[in-house]
């Protein structure tokens, strides 16, 4: 059974920063694209970023230049790495295969605000 667990949100002021993890378990780790999306309530989901297998990234334009994409194979963990936080980052964070989607988790709320 595939369970994913998504942590290290928070309250952040403008500007801030916050690093997100991502540990899926269940699956075949180090050959999944995994993806990080964000969701405000009322609103599609939205793709933040993904991530390969041996570490190539691409980032949504609304973040580029400010989040960036990680992984560690060996803990099966994928990070957010979120700089110079915008009002408009505030959502709930969720990360999943690419390719594979499995189901969701609970996310971890992101709020930025001063």
């Known amino acids: 059974q595939v369970q994913v667990a998504e942590f290290g949100g928070g309250l952040v002021q403008p500007g801030g920063s916050l690093t997100l993890s991502c540990v899926p378990s269940?699956?075949?780790?180090?050959?999944?694209?995994m993806a990080w999306y964000r969701q405000v309530p009322g609103k599609e989901r939205e793709r933040v970023g993904f991530?390969?297998?041996?570490?190539?990234?691409s980032e949504a334009p609304s973040v580029k230049g400010r989040f960036s994409i990680s992984r560690d194979n060996v803990k099966n963990t994928v990070f957010l790495q979120m700089n110079n936080l915008k009002p408009e980052d505030t959502a709930v964070y969720y990360c999943?295969?690419?390719?594979?989607?499995?189901?969701w988790g609970q996310g971890t709320q992101v709020i930025v605000s001063s």
């Open positions: 991530i390969g297998p041996r570490g190539a990234t």
């Open positions: 269940g699956i075949a780790f180090e050959n999944q694209v």
């Open positions: 999943n295969s690419l390719a594979q989607p499995f189901p």
